[in-house]
């Protein structure tokens, strides 16, 4: 097998800068003498240079979430005053935001990786002040992840939907006979309010959550409704749905 096609995240103008940017800011004398500095704070912040620092930050075989995050943990403790420790948190959890840049459905490309991008910044800067229990990264990629797709329905400007694997969003593609993915959904929708006599808000609950992956629980925090609430609507609405199937028939 050749290698794997580069993702859409990874050929957005804003991740080819931040990049960049980080080519020259990791061995810079900025960033080696803040390391310095931070070190003789806290000794888990002692790398040569960004590159060693991220490389440790992401190790695949720590022992643990605890272990892989301390350097993260101890980041996120300067962040809140230190731009250049947000900076380097970003680069240690680039390829969760990466992720959800390709996972998000709805908005332009290069408008999705901004939003994600600040999201993530802003959700660094605070991170450490909440209760421990959970890693870092995990609070990292679900706060942006949730604080996205809550800004995405309050605008209700298109559907924004979330896809949690890369396999999903390619047999999507395939089926999708080169439609864009907010016309695909607005079709089902459409489909569902004409069957089920609703409203488009309801048609919407239900094709978000049974088709475009989006659980009740995020549209719920999204809503900021009671999940039971929206899990009896769309119940309601699905057995209207199959009553005029069936009288159809």
Known sequence: MGPRPP????QTELIRRLDAEWRVLAGSRLLRDRLRSWAADDERLAFEDGDQLVAAAQRLDAASWAERDQVLSALLERALDDALARRVALQVVLPGVKTLINGIRGWDVEERAARVVATALDVISWCATEPAGTPPSFRI????KRRVLRSA???RSEPVVFVDDFSRLEADDDRAE????????DELVEWVRQRARV??????L???TRVAGVTVDELAVAQEIDP?????????TER?????MALAR
């Open 7 to 10: 993702t859409w995240a990874s």
């Open 178 to 185: 080169g439609k864009p993915e907010a016309q695909q959904i």
């Open 141 to 144: 990629y679900t706060n942006t």
């Open 228 to 236: 039971q609430t929206l899990r009896r609507r769309r119940l309601r």
């Open 206 to 208: 239900v094709v978000m």
């Open 199 to 204: 409203r488009d808000d309801a048609a919407r």
């Open 153 to 155: 329905v309050r605008a």
């Open 240 to 244: 209207r749905v199959r009553q005029s």
